[in-house]
């Protein structure tokens, strides 16, 4: 199985800051890579698609990049209500498997 | 719009089954693949089955292969997940997914999911 090993596992941020969480799988997985903003109680919520694509109705504050094994999702601008987890899943082998997360928390 | 509704989660005792439901709407069920996810307490996501759009190709993650099957009914627009012998670890919120785009893969990106439904395993 492909493993996702996301960095950091939690990080706090001030309102208005730019967050950085990287991404980094065990083989080659081209760009087959997405993220997923999943806050509790809710159902996860995909942001980027295929590494770099927004998804439509995502803020364009969301963006990510990277092919291969190393992939970075960032958020410019941070907002209150983006707190939450976030995930980054890979589909390019069966099975798909996601990140371990990456807790995301207001200061 | 698309909705994807979850039904028959519970309370089961360990070694007991389940059959969970996913009744779908607002999208042509038969063009997209479709997958269970689940997570459980305190955990991350975990990928535990996918199925290809005409139901003719299934996948399930290690850890519930041989327990676990997935099935779709097209003429219901209705996805299945029939889980036997549980365990107490496969105690999670499972929720049903759509795949973005019509593709033979059996899972991409996921831009629908359902609510969830929480499937308890104990005595």
């Known amino acids: 199985d492909i493993q996702l090993t996301q960095s950091p596992s939690s990080l706090s941020a001030s309102v208005g800051d730019r967050v950085t969480i990287t991404c980094q799988a065990s083989?080659?997985?081209?760009?087959?890579l997405n993220w997923y903003q999943h806050k509790p109680g809710k159902a996860p919520k995909l942001l980027i698609y295929?590494?770099?694509n927004l998804e439509t109705g995502v803020p364009s504050r969301f963006s990510g990049s990277g092919s291969g094994t190393d992939f970075t999702f960032i958020i410019n601008n941070l907002q209150p209500e983006d707190i939450a987890t976030y995930y980054c899943q890979q589909y390019d082998n069966l099975p798909v498997t996601f990140g371990q997360g990456t807790r995301l928390k207001i200061k | 719009e698309v909705q994807l509704l979850e039904s028959g989660g519970g309370l089961v005792q360990p070694g007991g089954s389940l059959r969970l439901s996913c009744a779908a709407s607002g999208f042509t069920f038969s063009n997209y693949a479709m997958s269970w996810v689940r997570q459980a307490p305190g955990k991350g996501l975990e990928w535990v089955s996918g199925?290809?759009?005409?139901?003719?190709?299934?996948y399930h993650a290690d850890s519930v292969k041989g327990r676990f099957t997935i099935s779709r009914d097209s003429s219901m627009n209705t996805l299945f997940l029939q889980m036997d012998t549980l365990r107490a670890d496969d105690t999670a919120v499972y929720y049903c997914?759509?795949?973005?785009?019509?593709?033979?893969?059996?899972?991409?990106?996921?831009?629908?999911w359902g609510q969830g439904t929480l499937v308890t395993v104990s005595s």
């Open positions: 199925i290809s759009a005409s139901g003719g190709r299934t």
């Open positions: 083989q080659d997985i081209s760009n087959y």
């Open positions: 997914a759509k795949d973005r785009i019509v593709s033979t893969r059996l899972s991409t990106a996921i831009d629908n």
């Open positions: 295929d590494a770099s």
